[in-house]
């Protein structure tokens, strides 16, 4: 990742890039908090056929599969050098016009919580879940690039609206509006790469992201895991990645397209919705908020269990970014913004995200408490102790 990836045909784009972004992606838009009824259904009703399709959660992280398919994972560079030799890096990149980049969510300035006496189920696993609207989009990345403005591939970001270059673990607990449920008792920060339509150049807006905090799976009992540490961030996925492995997939919800699942981007039907999903490790050191290459403090499960070098079980995270299919054939044009490979393999490879920890401590670890370790199903609205997210 070096530049925005702005093709060479687009030169007066790529000099003036960050003048650009700065003055269209922190126009101010319409932001309103997401309601996560439509999305928590589908949600749940693909679950069940995920297990049965072999997509389910444990298939997925069980005994650090991810990490050792990541790790021989070639490169996006090592893949240009072989399958397109001549062609430099720059030529692969993903070309983007910025001015066709949707406007910067409002967002919500207050906490969003109030007291209904509903109460979750009980269920074999712990699940909490939260609903977030696209927040804005820039070619920033606060922990690979920190004070960096620019210098990443385009992201799109989720939660906390304020999030740039800049954004410490100070800045993020206690600034900013958040377009994610409950409002500012979650300033976290959650970004992935930027979805492209390559015929339009266009940056695609997701409808929404539905982030799960889970556990029960994976050997991990849901009373073990513990509540996230103030200012913990981590990354999922390779953003270099060239091949069909690592923590991620992509799965069809709508108009009887859930079979779709693969590691490519799917060509959903019209009406559908495309789910782009990463998982994230939940085997925390107990010590490092952050590593040098953002991942080494946590770890995937191994055997079933947390290693010994990571021993504290957190809840795992799971992003969904959800994109509406409005048109016939439309995802096979699109790639990642981060998909700087062959254009000729199929694109989202580099699927990845980062997540910041910018929870309100106190509610964070009631959802812990009460939904996660309580095995109780707290859907997509509740705390578990009688008071709900809006």
């Known amino acids: 990742m070096t530049m925005p990836h702005l093709s060479d045909n687009a030169l007066p784009f790529r000099f003036t ?53 990541e790790a ?8 240009g050098a072989t399958a397109v030799a001549g062609v430099s890096m720059d030529a692969l990149a993903v070309s983007v016009d910025v001015a066709l980049a949707p406007a910067r969510a409002l967002g919500v300035s207050s906490d969003r ?12 696993i712990g699940a909490f879940r939260t609903s977030c609207k696209p927040s804005h989009m820039a070619a920033d990345d606060p ?61 695609l807006q997701p409808h929404s992201a539905m982030i799960y905090y889970k556990t ?16 913990l961030r ?34 959903c039907p019209v009406g559908a919705r495309l789910w782009a999903v990463v998982f994230f490790p939940q085997c925390w050191d107990g010590v490092n908020l952050d590593s040098p290459d953002h991942k080494s403090h946590m770890s995937y499960t191994v055997n079933r269990a947390c290693p010994k070098t990571h021993p504290v079980p957190l809840s795992e995270i799971t992003f969904n970014i959800i994109y509406d299919v409005t048109e016939a054939n439309a995802p096979l044009r699109w790639r990642l913004s981060s998909d700087n490979y062959d254009r000729s393999l199929p694109a989202g490879y ?25 095995a109780k199903d707290c859907h997509a609205h509740l705390l578990g102790d009688g008071r709900a997210i809006f």
């Open 113 to 124: 919580v109030k007291t209904t006496g509903e109460m979750p189920p009980s269920t074999n």
């Open 216 to 231: 029960g799976y994976n050997g991990i009992r849901p009373q073990d895991v513990q509540p996230f540490p103030e200012g």
């Open 17 to 69: 890039f960050c003048l650009l972004a700065a003055a269209i992606l922190t126009a101010c838009g319409g932001g309103t908090s997401a309601d996560p009824s439509t999305d928590v259904q589908a949600e749940e009703a693909v679950q069940a056929g995920d297990t049965a399709a072999g997509f389910g959660d444990s298939e997925i992280s069980t005994d650090n599969v991810i990490a050792a398919a």
């Open 72 to 79: 021989a994972t070639p490169t996006a560079e090592a893949l």
């Open 350 to 374: 580099s699927a990845h995200g980062d997540w910041f920890n910018g929870w309100k401590q106190d509610i964070m670890k009631t959802f812990v408490q009460k939904c996660n370790q309580a």
């Open 143 to 203: 922990i690979v690039y920190p004070n960096q403005p620019g210098r990443s591939h385009l992201h799109t970001f989720f939660g906390n609206t304020g999030t740039d270059a800049y954004t410490t673990a100070d800045s993020l607990a206690n600034t900013g509006n958040s377009t994610c449920s409950g409002g500012t008792i979650n300033r976290s920060a959650y970004w992935v790469p930027t979805m492209i339509d390559t015929a339009t150049r266009k940056p």
């Open 234 to 267: 981590m990354i999922a996925g390779n953003a270099k990645n060239a091949t069909p492995k690592g923590p991620f997939q992509y799965k069809c919800i709508g108009k009887g397209s859930e079979y779709m699942v693969g590691k490519t981007i799917q060509n």
